[in-house]
């Protein structure tokens, strides 16, 4: 099983920036597909960066690109995200997400998930 730590949420000002980072276990994280997601109360999760295999390119919602950015550490077995200029509606609760092999198809169905850091952003 993997499994996946969230970190570096917090209270921010609009227009400020936070960094979240996600400890995995595993030897082979290094093969794993990551991603990011977050759910804010009374909206479906939302996909927001990551792979579809290991060394695949960064795929990005419209809603964050440009101000979000998805990095990996392999020797740490670690990613982050870099969050800058952030908005109010950029506040809900942020997962990491792995799976172990290759997304097929257009979802982004990750097989394991952390617990979430919860992000708020005031105005």
């Known amino acids: 099983q993997v499994q996946l730590v969230e970190s570096g949420g917090g209270l921010v000002q609009a227009g400020g920036s936070l960094r979240l980072s996600c400890a995995a276990s595993?030897?082979?994280?290094?093969?794993?597909?990551m991603g990011w997601f977050r759910q804010a109360p009374g909206k479906e999760r939302e996909f927001l960066a990551g792979?579809?295999?290991?060394?695949?390119?960064?795929y990005y919602a419209d809603s964050v690109k440009g101000r979000f950015t998805f990095s990996r550490v392999n020797a740490k077995n670690t990613v982050y995200l870099q969050m800058n200029s952030l908005k109010p509606e950029d506040a809900a609760i942020y997962y990491c997400?792995?799976?172990?092999?290759?997304?097929?198809?257009?979802?982004?169905?990750?097989?394991?998930w952390g617990q979430g850091t919860e992000v708020t952003v005031s105005s």
């Open positions: 792979t579809r295999w290991s060394g695949g390119s960064t």
């Open positions: 997400a792995a799976t172990t092999g290759v997304l097929s198809g257009s979802g982004w169905s990750y097989d394991y």
């Open positions: 595993g030897r082979t994280f290094s093969t794993y597909a």
